[in-house]
């Protein structure tokens, strides 16, 4: 483990750090040798088509460091000697680089919408297109301003990029305060809320997915320039803004926590945001998790090389969980449809040949256990090619799958609204708070009993479990450590980050035994 101080210093570097240089309906959009900008935003169908890149295309490049920045560095994900889990992490590190262009594209792309719709749009548009594509373009400008501010801190306020060329001073932008870019987030889902339709297609950003993230930028940025405390203000406001959600969105939580992550599901109600990949010609177009994720051999393509990395022992704790037990407790859904261990089968992966067996496909596939902590990756993995046309209607590539990355889900508004209501409070009995955490956690609990009172610590392990390996907990430690750095930063200090030596061999002991254990009970019988 690294020294506090060295934790310290990186954690400064990644949260205040400077800024570096810079369903197939979403893949419908112009025909690059078809039309000419001027030509183009002519009809409602257009100037949908558009914005649906923003969906995808854009954000392909940030999957990685996605990835690596949500779940390696707050201990979810073990990765060997990866600078994202040993805190080693330099400007010039290839997925922070890409990262921070993935993030200033989205930015640019959707600053281009909101420019071409104003100037470029006919006259058989409708207004409320017109606001409704506008109002998108906004939301994902604040999303992708959200990650900004809270990985690299300080960052330039980029309105328009046309105004920047043609000023000739795209050289000289300045950053704005991370007081300043919080605001600018706020006005910019503050507009969008205003043009944005309360429902829309499947899939769309509408109304809601803005209150959902208005909610949780006023939670994160109520802990900045604070020591302690949270202000009460920003607090009020994320619980105003999560109730709005909550209470008049209609929408609900799956009954099924792993139906979430599903193919078929990639337009489910609980999501209010999400990007909507696909399998096409266009290679920025699809999801390449799996390919990361995954172990060699879980699909056809021969693109996945996940083997040797794995949910942490950290994360396992958390569930209750660990990798040195043959059996499995099971209690939380959550933990078997965020982490596949000895003994767990899937009826939902390799459907075709009857379910997937985790302990039977390293043996039998790979030839050994390759995770060095006994867990890998369930969450953002498909399947086969098979599993990927029942879910999608089409075949995967290599490299390449249809499913959606959630980013936004109800259920992290409920826990949203339980932490705000309970505020700077050490627990709270208040029934909106109580309720919104019993509504996640008897979801993953068939067990669970509803509580009397729940505390800030009840909420902050909820979070990590509901939401583990969705490229979000590093952000929850990023707003703990506005106003209480050193809990946070003694919180990842004390963290199991490392593997165990041996899981191979006692893994195949313990099949073996088992495997002469019901050789024995077959013949006892007929002795």
């Known amino acids: 483990m690294k020294s ?9 570097f990644i949260l205040l750090g400077c800024v570096l240089s810079s369903c197939d309906d979403f893949l419908d959009r112009p025909a690059e040798d078809t039309y000419t900008i001027d030509g183009f935003y002519q009809t409602d169908e257009q100037c949908f088509q558009a914005v649906n890149p923003v969906y995808n295309s854009p954000w392909y490049d940030f999957q990685r460091g996605f990835f690596k920045i949500g779940d390696f560095l707050p201990g979810n994900y073990y990765a060997g000697s990866s600078p994202y889990l040993t805190f080693t992490i330099n400007s010039t590190d290839e997925d922070l680089v890409s990262m921070s262009a ?67 001073g795209y050289n000289d932008v300045y950053k704005a305060t991370i007081e300043n870019v919080y605001d600018y987030i706020i006005m910019t889902l503050e507009q969008a809320i205003e043009w944005l339709p309360e429902t829309n297609q499947p899939g769309r950003i509408d109304r809601y997915s803005a209150y959902g993230l208005l909610a949780k930028v006023y939670l994160t940025k109520s802990g900045y320039g604070m020591s302690g405390s949270r202000r009460q203000s920003d607090l009020d ?17 799956l009954p099924v926590y792993s139906d979430i992550f599903r193919l078929a599901n990639n337009y489910n109600e609980e999501s209010l945001l999400a990007w909507h990949w696909t399998v096409s010609s266009m290679w920025t177009s699809a999801n390449s998790f799996q390919s990361d994720l995954g172990m060699t051999g879980f699909s056809e393509q021969g693109d996945s090389w996940g083997d040797w990395t794995g949910i942490s022992v950290d994360l396992q704790d958390a569930f209750d969980e660990s990798a040195l037990n043959l059996t499995r407790n099971n209690y939380d859904s959550r933990r078997k449809a965020t982490m596949m261990m ?11 040949q009857g379910g997937f067996s985790y302990t039977d496909f390293c043996i039998d596939n ?53 932490e705000a209501v309970l505020g700077n409070n050490s627990s709270t009995s208040d029934s909106k708070a109580i309720d919104a955490f019993y509504q996640v956690r008897s979801r993953a609990i068939v067990s669970a009993v509803r509580p009397a009172q729940i505390t800030w610590e009840d909420i902050w392990k909820e979070r990590r479990l509901e939401l ?60």
């Open 366 to 418: 790979i030839g050994e256990f390759r995770s060095p902590t006994g867990a890998n990756a369930v969450k953002h993995l498909v399947g086969n090619n098979n599993d990927h046309i029942l879910g999608a209607g089409v075949g995967l590539d290599y490299m390449q799958t249809s499913l959606s990355t959630h980013l936004l889900r109800l259920a992290d508004i409920y826990l949203i609204c339980a």
């Open 102 to 168: 993935s993030l200033w594209s989205v930015n640019a792309y959707c600053n281009e919408i909101l420019l071409n719709i104003d100037t470029k749009s006919g006259s058989e548009v409708s207004e409320q297109t017109k606001l409704t594509v506008k109002g998108e373009a906004l939301v994902w400008k604040s999303m992708a301003y959200f990650y900004l501010v809270r990985c690299f801190g300080a960052v330039p306020i980029i309105h328009s990029n046309s105004e920047k060329i043609a000023e000739g």
């Open 342 to 352: 000895y003994g767990d089968v899937y009826d939902y992966f390799w459907v075709d």
């Open 237 to 253: 406001s994320a619980a105003y803004y999560s109730l709005k959600v909550i209470e008049e969105s209609g929408r609900s939580l």
């Open 468 to 527: 583990a390996c969705e490229g979000d907990r590093w952000y929850d430690y990023v707003r703990w450590h506005y106003y209480e750095p050193e809990k946070a930063i003694a919180e990842l200090t004390a963290q199991r980050r490392s593997y165990y030596n041996g899981l191979d061999n006692y893994y195949k002991t313990g099949i073996f035994e088992r495997r002469l254990l019901i050789m024995m009970k077959i013949r006892l019988p007929l002795m």
């Open 4 to 12: 506090l101080d060295k934790i310290k210093n990186i954690v400064w």
